[in-house]
């Protein structure tokens, strides 16, 4: 049976549900791999599953009956004993790593085993300290970053200063150390003294400038890298192993680094088909199915427009998320209904001109229990199932299948 491929997207700002289908996608016969192409860390996918005893036992998924995790840099597809593949449009933070696989290994009572290519940058800590420093700068007016440094990755491999993580399996620790100096030399003190003129009392460029703070940083970026096996030979051999390839985008679509709407709120990588469609046509091959991905009504964490903002309550029976509360950097989780059935297919329809061809196209709509079954417009008279959302032509010309999701 040839490979399969898949792309989960987040329809919205994110939060819809991708590391949800990501891992109902891995549970299909076979042997799944899950692809990380954008973003980095900053990803909080969470899975919810049945222990095996409750399985048996069909027990409800609450309280000790379940199995919770969140996914950042593994892949959501880990509970099915799905590997996980870094790309090079993805920024792996190794820094951060092993707390996320030391801590699903204790929840699942398995080891997930994580790939990368070998010219897939990492995020170094350098990125996270001036990412945190210019986001507390903009005081008000913080874009809703993270704080974890993946666009300032992406900024400083565009200007030649990349690190590999070929060259951190390949390195000492010494010479990996000296590495995160060089890149400190000669591309952040000149980038800190561009935008803030000095280190002034922040403690985060501080910390930049320090040479036992980027020392330690190696030491556990080496020792990390022990969990990641670089692939060798060729890159569709290795896909061509599994049976299913789904690709799980960070972030929503609305957040793509190119829609000119929603800036600067947006995030610095691609979240839409862009990175998984040339990957594949690059190898000569082609997405099989696209799943998009939308709750029954709209989130956004942080900063950024949200047309009709609303109280959850005011959605329905929307309980408190247990995932995305208010933190730091990103603010508080916010909630809307979907403006109109047109502001609901259009991203989807913009974002499929990223292809040459038609795969499958799959809507999941997740967090139907909440809304009384029930997709939540604006105009309240317009709220409807995702039958009747179906029903319509114009929506029954962009997708070809409908998945509803408590």
Avoid at 162 to 183: F, N, P, R, Y
Avoid at 267 to 292: C, H, K, M, Q, W
Wanted: aromatic share 10%; hydrophobic share 35%.
């Amino acid at each position: 049976m040839p490979t399969k491929f898949f792309v989960v997207i987040g329809k919205n700002f994110g939060d819809e549900g991708k590391g949800r289908i990501t891992h109902i996608l891995s549970e299909r016969p076979g042997k799944s791999l899950v692809v990380r192409h954008n973003g980095g860390a900053q990803s909080g996918h969470t899975v919810v599953i049945a222990s095996d005893t409750d399985k048996d036992d069909k027990l409800p998924l609450e309280g000790p009956h379940e199995k919770r995790f969140i996914f950042h840099e593994v892949g959501s597809g880990s509970f099915c004993g799905a590997d996980t593949l870094w790309i090079d449009t993805f920024f792996p933070d190794l820094f951060k790593l092993r707390d996320e696989y030391d801590s699903f290994r204790e929840v699942s009572g398995q080891a997930p085993r994580i790939y990368a290519l070998p010219d897939t940058n990492v995020t170094v800590v350098c990125d996270v300290l001036f990412n945190m420093a210019l986001e507390s700068s903009r005081g008000n007016k913080r874009h809703g970053s993270c704080g974890m440094g993946i666009y300032e990755a992406f900024l400083r491999v565009k200007q030649g200063f990349g690190l590999t993580m070929a060259e951190v399996k390949s390195l000492s620790v010494e010479d990996l150390a000296e590495k995160l100096i060089h890149i400190r030399n000669y591309y952040y003190r000149p980038r800190i003294g561009e935008i803030f003129g000095g280190v002034g009392d922040s403690q985060y460029l501080k910390d930049i400038l320090d040479n036992v703070v980027l020392r330690n940083a190696a030491a556990v970026m080496k020792r990390n890298s022990e969990l990641v096996e670089i692939v060798s030979g060729d890159v569709r051999t290795f896909l061509n192993k599994y049976d299913n390839v789904i690709f799980e985008t960070g972030q929503g679509l609305l957040l793509d680094a190119e829609n000119e709407k929603y800036a600067p709120n947006v995030t610095g990588s691609r979240t839409g088909l862009t990175n998984p469609g040339a990957f594949l046509d690059s190898l000569g091959l082609t997405i099989d199915e696209v799943v998009y991905v939308t709750r029954s009504y709209v989130t956004r964490h942080g900063a950024g427009e949200l047309s009709f903002e609303c109280e959850r309550q005011e959605l329905g029976d929307v309980g408190a998320d247990t995932t995305n509360v208010t933190n730091t950097w990103q603010g508080a989780f916010r909630y809307a209904p979907h403006a109109s059935v047109y502001d609901f297919i259009d991203p989807v329809i913009s974002d499929l001109k990223q292809l040459s061809y038609r795969p499958k196209v799959t809507l999941a709509v997740t967090h139907l229990s909440e809304t009384g079954g029930k997709i939540v417009f604006q105009d309240r008279e317009s709220d409807m199932t995702v039958k009747e959302l179906g029903d319509i032509q114009e929506v029954s010309m962009v997708f070809d299948d409908f998945w509803e999701l408590s």
